[in-house]
T-cell receptor, first 118, second 112 residues
Framework: GAVVSQHPSRVICKSGTSVKIECRSL??????MFWYRQFPKKSLMLMAT?????????EQGVEKDKFLINHASLTLSTLTVTSAHPEDSSFYIC??????????????FGPGTRLTVL | GESVGLHLPTLSVQEGDNSIINCAYS??????FIWYKQESGKGPQFIID?????DKRQGQRVTVLLNKTVKHLSLQIAATQPGDSAVYFC???????????FGKGTKLSVIP
């Protein structure tokens, strides 16, 4: 149980285009999902916390108009990188919180999406 | 806020030896700690966790030690195998929060 998927697994796009990344909790409902960004050989940096049915909460320094987050259902959150530029190239990872997990380990990670902007 | 560091960015061990990966955190109010393994191009994989009311927890070939006095966390891997080669991250959660703060990561290389 507690499987999180991401789609696509990798995407290459031209500079100036927008890219949407999906994060799905496959066997549980997630009222909260998290989006992380990871540069090569670096750690995971939290970008935003996505709550179902409400606006996302962005971390300091993350442009909310650049990284649009929509959490329209209990099993799906999307991250749209708008007007992507080469510096947005990164590994984007989502996690979903299963608040009914009954254990402290309630955050489950997706496999990541590799974005390359040419 | 929380800051999480790691003492060594890389660690090389011989196959069969034990590995120890360390992590330091700053917020004494942190109440939950997790170790993740990340292989190249993949998301983090849960290894083991520990709550702040414990100082040691064991799993299969892995042990996590927590020293709250000095705000230090370690992961011990027994009889390290080539399949253990990966980057290991500690993550810390503050009391009353469900957000995780990740450490910088240690790349473990196992020499056959």
């Amino acid at each position: 149980g507690a499987v999180v998927s991401q789609h696509p697994s990798r995407v290459i796009c031209k500079s100036g285009t927008s890219v949407k990344i999906e994060c799905r909790s496959l066997d549980f409902q997630a009222t909260t999902m998290f989006w992380y960004r990871q540069f090569p050989k670096k750690s995971l940096m939290l970008m935003a916390t996505s709550n179902e049915g409400s606006k996302a909460t962005y971390e300091q320094g993350v442009e909310k108009d650049k990284f649009l987050i929509n959490h329209a259902s209990l099993t799906l959150s999307t991250l749209t990188v708008t007007s992507a530029h080469p510096e947005d190239s990164s590994f984007y990872i989502c996690s979903a919180r299963d608040f009914r997990s009954g254990s402290y380990n309630e955050q489950f990670f997706g496999p990541g999406t590799r974005l390359t902007v040419l | 806020g929380e800051s999480v560091g790691l003492h060594l960015p890389t660690l090389s061990v011989q196959e069969g030896d034990n590995s120890i990966i360390n992590c330091a955190y700053s917020n004494s109010a942190s109440d939950y700690f997790i170790w993740y393994k990340q292989e190249s191009g993949k998301g983090p994989q849960f290894i083991i966790d520990i709550r702040s009311n414990m100082d040691k927890r064991q799993g299969q070939r892995v042990t996590v030690l927590l020293n709250k006095t000095v705000k230090h966390l370690s992961l011990q891997i027994a009889a390290t195998q080539p399949g253990d080669s990966a980057v290991y991250f500690c993550a810390v959660r503050g009391a009353g929060s469900y957000q995780l703060t990740f450490g910088k990561g240690t790349k473990l290389s196992v020499i056959p």
